[in-house]
């Protein structure tokens, strides 16, 4: 008896807000035979280290322990977490207190329990703590109508559940429900139990005054089964908890809020303009501007926002307004919904003058503190010159020759400048006409080729010249060997010693036969070299020199 009042004397103890070792249970209250378990949590220890279990064997059977290496995100940071779960059977009832447990150098505060026997179970009906109830808060019971009502059900459960989970969908007659996104899972310590958290946020806007019942949601799940057998949740069963419901007073639009003004309830609304080109500056008749007004309003939907008029709904002579499509774009933010509107128009000046641009004013009421507020854009001056007399500005006078003689002078240099550039461009045209034609000669070789022996039926001389014109390196090389043997008698080994050019060009032909060129064979420099054999032996050939005979008749 004396120790368990020590126990309880150090749980009256201050505990530190953050333990460097957290110790949580399943439940806190228990009946006699019901097991337990117990949770030993810290990011400080690594895997290698154990927790100091002697202390709970005085009161404790420890059934069953097992360490599990996490990553849990706080804040936007990532963090290694190890945590043990060790599975308990307390050995009395009463009041148990489950001591400091120690992992290396760190320490875990007391834990208390009830354990209830039979008989004092069965007289008390709260000794089980719902493994699932579900709960559910609204940010305000009065709301103005159209106002945004934010709902937050939260699912709480100290049983592990399956993926199965479902909840019944919001639907409230004369109001529009929104969600707020995917559901937000975590956990939380409630009576020193851990409970997993699933949290469903809505935006709900009552479209009429007076009473506004917002109904209870099912909410459908499956437990895990317990790893104790003679756990009464030894298997998995099916667990059905509804939200209690809310009723709302919805408050009506209120009498001092200006009539004929949109009705606009938020906790914020900004109003901002843009312009493309400035409008400060001088305008010409014809120019057109582009004006984008914007407003966003905290807890209102983009739908809900007013249309903005560039000219304040007015018609102003000499400018015409053409709006553009509405940009409308509802965000999801941690108050709720915020709404944004942009309208553009394009101001178009017809005439010139001075053009005042109305001032605009959008009423709201401020949900957040009761009263009324507005937001406004101040009245715009545009200044607007006419084209024409711009023009007429900006154009130089013009001054007679005889009583400014002087003007006409620096004309000169210029006329010079141009009329040497002429020349030059002429003399550049005729030079690329010279080498163009230069290039066409060259281009065309066989323009002004003679046609050697044309009554002659198969002369190799013909042959050659076609061979050389179509390209043919096979054709070519046995037209030149028939040729070469009848014009000497040891045929292109002769011809060859003699015209170092014909040399050449056989050597380039054998090249492409033989595959020892890697490129195509063109007929041009053969022929040419033949030609100039030909010439040669024309030459040597002509009356008024002595020729010999050869000894070796030509076949």
């Known amino acids: 008896m004396i120790r368990l009042l020590l126990w309880l004397c150090v749980l009256a103890l201050p505990v530190p807000a953050l333990a460097a070792l957290e110790a949580s249970v399943d439940k806190t209250r228990l009946i006699e035979g019901e097991t337990l378990e117990l949770t030993l949590e810290t990011p400080a220890a690594n895997r290698f280290s154990r927790p100091d ?131 937000r899972n975590y956990e939380k310590l409630i009576n020193g139990i851990r409970h997993g958290v699933i949290e469903i946020r809505y935006a709900i806007f009552p479209q009429r005054s007076g009473e506004l019942e917002v109904p209870s949601q099912l909410f459908t799940a499956t437990t895990m089964p317990s790893r104790t057998a003679d756990s009464p949740l030894a298997r998995g069963r099916l667990v059905q908890v509804r939200s209690p419901g809310i009723v709302l007073q919805v408050r009506p639009i209120p009498p001092e809020y200006p009539p004929g003004a949109p009705w606009l ?5 900004t109003l901002s303009q843009t312009w493309q080109p400035d409008p400060n500056l001088d305008l010409l008749t014809g120019e057109s501007l582009t004006r984008t007004l914007t407003v966003q309003a905290q807890g209102l939907n983009a739908s809900q926002l007013p249309e903005l008029s ?129 290039l066409e000669s060259l281009q065309h070789p066989y323009q002004d080729e003679e046609i050697f022996d044309e009554e002659v039926q198969d002369n190799p001389l013909n042959d050659l010249q076609s061979a050389c014109r179509s390209n043919q390196p096979g054709e070519a090389r046995k037209a030149l060997e028939t040729w070469a043997r009848q014009q000497d008698s040891e045929g292109l080994i002769g011809l060859t010693h003699q015209h170092p050019e014909l040399a050449e060009a056989l050597d380039e032909l054998n090249a492409c036969l033989f595959g020892q060129a890697e490129h195509h064979w063109r007929g041009k420099p053969l022929w040419r070299a033949v030609r100039m054999v030909v010439q040669s032996r024309k030459r040597q050939t002509e009356p008024g020199e002595p020729v010999l005979e050869s000894l070796y008749p030509k076949v």
């Open 53 to 183: 279990l002697a202390a709970l064997e005085e009161h404790f059977e420890i059934r069953d322990s097992r360490q599990l290496s996490l990553v849990s995100q706080l804040d936007g940071r990532t963090q290694p977490v190890t945590r043990w779960v060790i599975n308990l059977l307390p050995r009395r009832t009463g009041y148990v207190v489950i001591p400091p447990l120690s992992v290396d150098t760190l320490s875990s505060a007391p834990v208390s329990l009830h354990v209830l026997t039979a008989s004092e179970a069965a007289r008390d009906n709260t000794a089980q703590m719902a493994p699932v109830f579900i709960d559910a808060e609204v940010d305000t019971e009065t709301p103005y109508v159209q106002a945004q009502v934010l709902l937050t059900l939260r699912v709480y459960h100290s049983l592990s559940l399956y993926d199965d989970s479902t909840l019944t969908g919001l639907d409230i007659a004369d109001a529009r429900v929104e969600s707020l996104g995917p559901p």
């Open 265 to 269: 309830p938020a906790t914020d609304v």
């Open 310 to 438: 560039s000219l304040g709904g007015e018609t102003i002579a000499g400018l015409r307004q053409y709006t553009d499509q509405p940009k409308l774009e509802s965000q999801v933010v941690d108050d709720g919904i915020r709404g944004l509107r942009q309208d553009s128009a394009a101001l178009l000046v017809q005439q010139a003058g001075t053009f005042v641009l109305p001032a605009l004013q959008l009423y709201w009421w401020d949900t957040a503190r009761d009263e009324l507020q507005e937001a406004q854009l101040d009245a715009l001056t545009l200044k607007v010159m006419s084209s024409q007399s711009f023009i007429a500005a900006s154009t130089p006078t013009a001054v007679e020759a005889s009583e400014e003689p002087f003007v006409t002078a620096p004309l000169w240099p210029w006329q010079l400048a141009t009329a040497l550039l002429g020349l030059a461009l002429a003399i550049c045209l005729g030079l690329l006409w010279r080498m163009r034609r230069m």
